[in-house]
């Protein structure tokens, strides 16, 4: 699996840096390094008024933020890897 985080300038005012981070700490937590491969993206042409843009294989997820990375997490990456 490919995750494309956006760190163009307005997801990153929206705190992809922190998405990033967290991506990569559940990541090691579930041991998942040699499922999927993290990188960065300018922008990805889908900018939402909140949240951070990325792109998991070929599917685009708009308004990612730290309060709903959980969900996102658990519907966009995990379903996806089983």
Not at 57 to 66: A, I, L, R, S
């Amino acid at each position: 699996m490919i995750i494309q985080i956006c760190v163009g300038s307005s997801c990153h005012l929206k705190g992809s840096e922190e998405i990033v981070e967290l991506l990569q700490k559940y990541i090691q937590e579930k041991k998942l390094e040699t499922e999927i491969t993290l990188a960065g993206s300018f922008c990805i042409g889908r900018c939402n008024r909140e949240g951070v843009t990325i792109q998991v294989d070929d599917e685009v997820v708009t308004g990612v933020t730290p309060a709903n990375f959980r969900d996102f997490w658990e519907d966009k990456v995990l379903k996806n890897l089983n």
